[in-house]
C-alpha cells in the first residue's frame, strides 16, 4: 500500500516535501517513482528513484528544482519540491515497480490515491 502526504497550497517560489510511506517489506527491491497530473491532462512522469539508489532520473521540467529520495530503513519515498511554479498544480502519485528504474507510466505495477498540490501566486 501506497500512502502520500505532504500536498497543500504554496506561493510560488515556495517549497513542499511529499512523502510516501509503504507497507512493503520488500521495499529495497522496489524502484520508486512520482507521477503528476494536472487538471485535463494526462499523468505524467516527475522523478523516479533505483532500488539500489544509485540513479535518479527527472523531467525536464523539475530538474534542478526537485529532488526524489528514499530511505530504505522506514520504506519512505520522498519528493522535495524547491521553487514551485503555477504549472507544479496537479495530484501527485507515489508508485512502484520491482525491478530497476523507468519512466513509463504503464512501468509501474503499484500506485497510491495521489496528493493535491495547488502552488498560487
Known amino acids: 500500500e501506497l500512502v502520500e502526504s505532504g500536498g497543500g497550497l504554496v506561493k510560488t517560489g515556495g517549497s513542499l516535501r511529499l512523502s510516501c510511506p509503504t507497507s512493503?517489506?520488500?521495499?529495497?527491491?522496489?524502484?520508486m517513482a512520482w507521477f503528476r497530473q494536472a487538471p485535463g491532462k494526462e499523468r505524467e512522469f516527475v522523478a523516479a528513484?533505483?532500488?539500489?539508489?544509485?540513479?535518479?532520473r527527472y523531467a525536464d521540467s523539475v530538474k534542478d528544482r526537485f529532488t526524489i529520495s528514499r530511505d530504505n530503513a522506514s520504506s519512505t519515498v520522498y519528493l522535495e519540491m524547491n521553487n514551485l511554479k503555477f504549472e507544479d498544480t496537479a495530484d501527485y502519485y507515489c508508485?512502484?515497480?520491482?525491478?530497476?528504474?523507468?519512466?513509463?507510466?504503464?512501468?509501474?505495477?503499484?500506485w497510491g490515491q495521489g496528493t493535491q498540490v495547488t502552488v498560487v501566486s
Open positions: 512493503a517489506q520488500a521495499f529495497s527491491y522496489l524502484s
Open positions: 508508485a512502484a515497480r520491482p525491478g530497476s528504474i523507468r519512466t513509463g507510466l504503464y512501468e509501474y505495477d503499484y
Open positions: 528513484i533505483d532500488k539500489s539508489d544509485g540513479d535518479r
